[in-house]
């Protein structure tokens, strides 16, 4: 299983953009997808989820700016609106997954994708 995270860039504060991050290999089924994202210095931290059922969660810090939804069963938008200096930090999707042939599911991380607000 893998997963594959694109969509960052360079963008002015206020901007917006908007991430992907794609599961593929062997998957039997997914039970919930998620965005983190580590700023220089920082500790990775949760910035949404989402289930297989279309819950979602958000970071107090993001909520109202950020969304989080499925562009398919297997692929994850982030799309992130009036972008603040703060939000400058590589982007990291998760993935709940359970590969076939498997009896549990498993964690499974994509690669990053950098995010730089600038003023």
């Known amino acids: 299983v893998q997963l594959q995270a694109s969509g960052g860039g360079l963008v002015q504060a206020g901007g917006s953009l908007r991430l992907s991050c794609k599961a593929s290999?062997?998957?039997?089924?997914?039970?919930?997808m998620g965005w983190y994202r580590q700023a220089p210095g920082k500790e990775r931290e949760l910035v949404a989820t989402?289930?297989?059922?279309?819950?979602t969660s958000y970071a107090d810090s993001v909520n109202g700016r950020f969304t989080i939804s499925w562009a398919s069963t297997n692929t994850v938008f982030l799309t992130v609106t009036n972008l603040k200096l703060e939000d400058t930090a590589v982007y990291y999707c998760k993935a709940n997954v359970l590969p076939r042939g498997r009896l549990s599911y498993a964690v499974y991380w994509g690669q990053g994708t950098l995010v730089t607000v600038s003023s």
């Open positions: 290999g062997d998957i039997d089924s997914i039970n919930d």
């Open positions: 989402i289930t297989s059922n279309y819950r």
